[in-house]
């Protein structure tokens, strides 16, 4: 529009939305409107857009004003003119857009989209297998959950934001309808050394670390039933360790007794170093084979590499060993548990330290299964304030420091939701003015803090007794007394953090300067900008409210196509935007694209500042296995620049005709690029949905996670021996 059309009414005019919110008027809504209903006929023609807009304005009271005096006013005027038909199209798509509304409410609707196999609905998640019943009676419970959610339990207007698309209010299907928690950092070294309950069986502190890690196993299972995001267990090497010294104590008492002086240390050692491969390989099958409560593979990550001592060495070697081997038969890569290495300058990243052998390992691993992913200790030290392993993908916790002891303390602590800002939205009706984008962000943040605001309250309804692993017997760090009924103390005092997400500032910086805008410092600082007043929003909530709010890079798994079908419904299809099917992940440069690991860490190193509640950065890479050297380089290079790397080479296999590498997307999934074989049981494909893991054959993601997969541009050539 190239009129000011607000100034017909006033600057202060404001309008009344139909979930009670106000708003300041803008005219460019009445123009979009008009403008869709125009286009439904076929018709285009801008200046009758324009005038009938501005009369629609002028024939406006200044003031206050509601939804229903607009679209009368819109109807009558376009009745009068010389297109009286597009009247009926205006009139239908408003009547579209509030059965749309009603619909999203609606048990009957959500239930029916699981019922007709809805693809958006059965493969939102990656990890949820939609064809067996555990899962299938997870969906259904959430289907309902959602439905009622948005029409009872949310305030009216972050229900009616979640719906438009303005904002997502993730998880649905478990929170608010109950009151559950995200991600945590379980208290593993705690819950083993004091021993815990889950059911009626009180566990006592293990004796072997074979004892130990079925413990864990344990743990993790009944975590993952009583929250609905990803858990982990820090520093698993030095965790472990005091377990593997007990199998070596009682092999080298035996040893005294039965091996010869001089081979008694070999002895015990040996045995010891095959009771840690059996206890990892234990522990990666049984994370493999379980099923939470609902219907998923526990998510979750193992962090280690930093122990020196000889027994965590042999744990962090045996992990990578029992990871590059594979599961089962076809040694197919395992999915969970995700691995997350730590490189520290002086531990493991150059010779000569101690542990660079292992980092040599750790490389062969990445080269062959992807995982592990690596943290650069300084880096994350310096953003986070000390070193912790990321809860689930990529959700961290500050530094924290417990008033009552003045103690750092990590583990036992956790997330409690996340609610993501739709930012390419935003950009596209701001319409390159600069000041409208801003007055909108202010406006969507708003409805951000009451989310989570909310989100933040219906957690703290939940009683101990409703997740006892977590408040009762430890997980999360405390241990809440008989009869307590209350679970804030787990939560305040910034103990818990509550995430804002966002997604896609490509296609935001996109809509104003244009899609090669990378390379221009002004389009780079006002994605930074975002970032930085995203940050400031959230330190202020801080401020007001005993959570530790903070900024959150969104995987969007399903939320990248979700966003993106959602505007391209509303805006129409936009060059680089809404045309791709699907919005870039948080900060990362544009997939399409071909530059180096070395120039996509250097342009995304600024971001993470500004998103301390969780970020990832990732290259891709063609075949690495035999040349491990190239990767080394890039973590190298990346170690005082990024704290969070991710490795993403081809690791495809076709159990038919023996192909390794990477298959070739089709308009379904993938195939075999020699022979065509697509059948999940007899390959193994496996790509980075976001910061995890996934294998498409098996578990089929949303249309707009497989485009974003198959358009991503190798960082670096080819490499030979």
């Given at each position: 529009?190239?009129?000011?059309?607000?100034?017909?009414?006033?600057?202060?005019?404001?309008?009344?939305?139909?979930?009670?919110?106000?708003?300041?008027?803008?005219?460019?809504?009445?123009?979009?409107?008009?403008?869709?209903?125009?286009?439904?006929?076929?018709?285009?023609?801008?200046?009758?857009?324009?005038?009938?807009?501005?009369?629609?304005?002028?024939?406006?009271?200044?003031?206050?004003?509601?939804?229903?005096?607009?679209?009368?006013?819109?109807?009558?005027?376009?009745?009068?003119?010389?297109?009286?038909?597009?009247?009926?199209?205006?009139?239908?798509?408003?009547?579209?857009?509030?059965?749309?509304?009603?619909?999203?409410?609606?048990?009957?609707?959500?239930?029916?989209?699981?019922?007709?196999?809805?693809?958006?609905?059965?493969?939102?998640?990656?990890?949820?297998?939609?064809?067996?019943?555990?899962?299938?009676?997870?969906?259904?419970?959430?289907?309902?959950?959602?439905?009622?959610?948005?029409?009872?339990?949310?305030?009216?207007?972050?229900?009616?934001?979640?719906?438009?698309?303005?904002?997502?209010?993730?998880?649905?299907?478990?929170?608010?309808?109950?009151?559950?928690?995200?991600?945590?950092?379980?208290?593993?070294?705690?819950?083993?050394?004091?021993?815990?309950?889950?059911?009626?069986?009180?566990?006592?502190?293990?004796?072997?670390?074979?004892?130990?890690?079925?413990?864990?196993?344990?743990?993790?299972?009944?975590?993952?039933?009583?929250?609905?995001?990803?858990?982990?267990?820090?520093?698993?090497?030095?965790?472990?360790?005091?377990?593997?010294?007990?199998?070596?104590?009682?092999?080298?008492?035996?040893?005294?007794?039965?091996?010869?002086?001089?081979?008694?240390?070999?002895?015990?050692?040996?045995?010891?170093?095959?009771?840690?491969?059996?206890?990892?390989?234990?522990?990666?099958?049984?994370?493999?084979?379980?099923?939470?409560?609902?219907?998923?593979?526990?998510?979750?990550?193992?962090?280690?590499?930093?122990?020196?001592?000889?027994?965590?060495?042999?744990?962090?070697?045996?992990?990578?060993?029992?990871?590059?081997?594979?599961?089962?038969?076809?040694?197919?890569?395992?999915?969970?548990?995700?691995?997350?290495?730590?490189?520290?300058?002086?531990?493991?990243?150059?010779?000569?330290?101690?542990?660079?052998?292992?980092?040599?390992?750790?490389?062969?691993?990445?080269?062959?299964?992807?995982?592990?992913?690596?943290?650069?200790?300084?880096?994350?030290?310096?953003?986070?304030g000390d070193y912790k392993v990321p809860m689930g993908c990529r959700s961290f916790l500050p530094k924290w420091v417990d008033p009552a002891t003045g103690e750092t303390v990590n583990a036992g602590r956790n997330n409690l939701g996340v609610v993501t800002l739709n930012v390419p939205r935003i950009a596209i009706e701001a319409r390159g003015d600069m000041e409208r984008f801003w007055e909108l962000f202010a406006e969507r943040m708003e409805i951000v803090k009451e989310a989570l605001l909310y989100r933040i309250a219906r957690c703290e309804e939940a009683t101990p007794a409703n997740a006892p692993i977590l408040y009762q017997h430890g997980a999360l760090g405390k241990r809440a007394p008989e009869g307590r009924d209350s679970v804030s103390e787990f939560f305040q005092a910034h103990r818990a953090t509550a995430s804002v997400g966002y997604i896609g500032l490509y296609e935001a910086a996109t809509c104003f300067y244009g899609p090669e805008w990378e390379t221009k410092r002004e389009a780079k600082d006002f994605t930074l900008a975002i970032l930085k007043a995203m940050n400031d929003y959230a330190t202020s909530w801080r401020e007001e409210h005993p959570?530790?709010?903070?900024?959150?890079?969104?995987?969007?798994?399903?939320?990248?196509?979700?966003?993106?079908?959602?505007?391209?419904?509303?805006?129409?299809?936009?060059?680089?935007?809404?045309?791709?099917?699907?919005?870039?992940?948080?900060?990362?440069?544009?997939?399409?694209?071909?530059?180096?690991?070395?120039?996509?860490?250097?342009?995304?190193?600024?971001?993470?500042?500004?998103?301390?509640?969780?970020?990832?950065?990732?290259?891709?890479?063609?075949?690495?296995?035999?040349?491990?050297?190239?990767?080394?380089?890039?973590?190298?290079?990346?170690?005082?620049?990024?704290?969070?790397?991710?490795?993403?080479?081809?690791?495809?296999?076709?159990?038919?005709?023996?192909?390794?590498?990477?298959?070739?997307?089709?308009?379904?999934?993938?195939?075999?690029?020699?022979?065509?074989?697509?059948?999940?049981?007899?390959?193994?494909?496996?790509?980075?949905?976001?910061?995890?893991?996934?294998?498409?054959?098996?578990?089929?993601?949303?249309?707009?996670?497989?485009?974003?997969?198959?358009?991503?541009?190798?960082?670096?050539?080819?490499?030979?021996?």
């Amino acid at each position: 529009m190239s009129l000011l059309l607000e100034n017909l009414v006033g600057t202060e005019t404001v309008i009344v939305k139909r979930d009670g919110r106000q708003v300041k008027f803008d005219s460019s809504k009445i123009y979009r409107a008009v403008e869709a209903a125009l286009l439904d006929r076929g018709i285009e023609d801008h200046d009758f857009v324009q005038r009938v807009t501005a009369d629609v304005v002028g024939s406006l009271d200044s003031g206050t004003l509601d939804i229903p005096t607009i679209q009368s006013a819109v109807e009558d005027r376009l009745m009068k003119s010389e297109y009286p038909e597009v009247a009926r199209a205006y009139i239908e798509y408003r009547h579209d857009r509030d059965k749309d509304r009603e619909k999203a409410m609606d048990v009957h609707h959500s239930v029916g989209r699981l019922l007709n196999r809805d693809k958006a609905v059965i493969n939102e998640n990656a990890n949820k297998d939609a064809t067996v019943f555990n899962t299938q009676r997870d969906l259904t419970a959430g289907s309902v959950a959602k439905a009622y959610a948005l029409k009872e339990l949310l305030p009216r207007p972050v229900a009616n934001a979640h719906i438009k698309g303005d904002i997502h209010f993730h998880d649905l299907d478990y929170n608010p309808f109950q009151p559950m928690t995200n991600c945590c950092l379980i208290d593993i070294p705690a819950m083993l050394s004091e021993g815990f309950q889950i059911g009626n069986a009180r566990v006592e502190s293990p004796r072997s670390i074979n004892t130990a890690t079925a413990q864990i196993a344990q743990i993790i299972a009944n975590v993952a039933s009583s929250q609905y995001g990803g858990c982990s267990v820090d520093r698993t090497d030095e965790v472990l360790a005091p377990y593997a010294q007990i199998n070596y104590e009682k092999h080298r008492a035996e040893a005294e007794k039965w091996v010869p002086e001089n081979k008694r240390e070999e002895y015990a050692m040996e045995k010891t170093r095959k009771d840690i491969y059996d206890a990892m390989q234990s522990l990666e099958y049984e994370i493999n084979t379980l099923y939470s409560s609902n219907g998923q593979t526990p998510f979750v990550t193992l962090g280690f590499g930093l122990g020196t001592g000889v027994f965590e060495r042999e744990i962090q070697k045996a992990i990578l060993k029992v990871r590059i081997g594979g599961i089962g038969k076809d040694k197919h890569t395992a999915i969970f548990p995700k691995l997350v290495f730590g490189l520290r300058r002086g531990v493991n990243l150059e010779e000569p330290d101690p542990n660079y052998d292992i980092k040599q390992l750790a490389l062969e691993c990445s080269t062959k299964r992807m995982y592990p992913d690596v943290l650069s200790y300084d880096k994350l030290t310096e953003i986070e304030g000390d070193y912790k392993v990321p809860m689930g993908c990529r959700s961290f916790l500050p530094k924290w420091v417990d008033p009552a002891t003045g103690e750092t303390v990590n583990a036992g602590r956790n997330n409690l939701g996340v609610v993501t800002l739709n930012v390419p939205r935003i950009a596209i009706e701001a319409r390159g003015d600069m000041e409208r984008f801003w007055e909108l962000f202010a406006e969507r943040m708003e409805i951000v803090k009451e989310a989570l605001l909310y989100r933040i309250a219906r957690c703290e309804e939940a009683t101990p007794a409703n997740a006892p692993i977590l408040y009762q017997h430890g997980a999360l760090g405390k241990r809440a007394p008989e009869g307590r009924d209350s679970v804030s103390e787990f939560f305040q005092a910034h103990r818990a953090t509550a995430s804002v997400g966002y997604i896609g500032l490509y296609e935001a910086a996109t809509c104003f300067y244009g899609p090669e805008w990378e390379t221009k410092r002004e389009a780079k600082d006002f994605t930074l900008a975002i970032l930085k007043a995203m940050n400031d929003y959230a330190t202020s909530w801080r401020e007001e409210h005993p959570y530790w709010f903070s900024v959150y890079a969104t995987p969007s798994e399903s939320l990248t196509d979700r966003f993106c079908r959602l505007d391209r419904e509303k805006f129409g299809t936009i060059a680089d935007v809404t045309d791709k099917d699907y919005y870039t992940n948080s900060y990362h440069y544009d997939v399409r694209k071909k530059i180096t690991p070395f120039e996509k860490i250097e342009f995304e190193s600024e971001y993470p500042e500004y998103s301390k509640g969780g970020f990832i950065h990732y290259c891709e890479y063609p075949k690495l296995t035999h040349n491990t050297k190239a990767l080394e380089a890039v973590w190298d290079f990346a170690y005082d620049r990024v704290a969070y790397l991710g490795t993403n080479t081809p690791i495809d296999r076709c159990y038919e005709c023996g192909f390794e590498g990477e298959f070739k997307a089709t308009a379904a999934g993938f195939a075999c690029p020699d022979c065509g074989n697509d059948d999940p049981k007899t390959c193994d494909v496996v790509k980075r949905t976001c910061g995890y893991l996934g294998n498409p054959q098996r578990r089929p993601m949303v249309h707009g996670r497989h485009t974003e997969i198959a358009s991503r541009v190798k960082h670096m050539d080819e490499v030979t021996n």
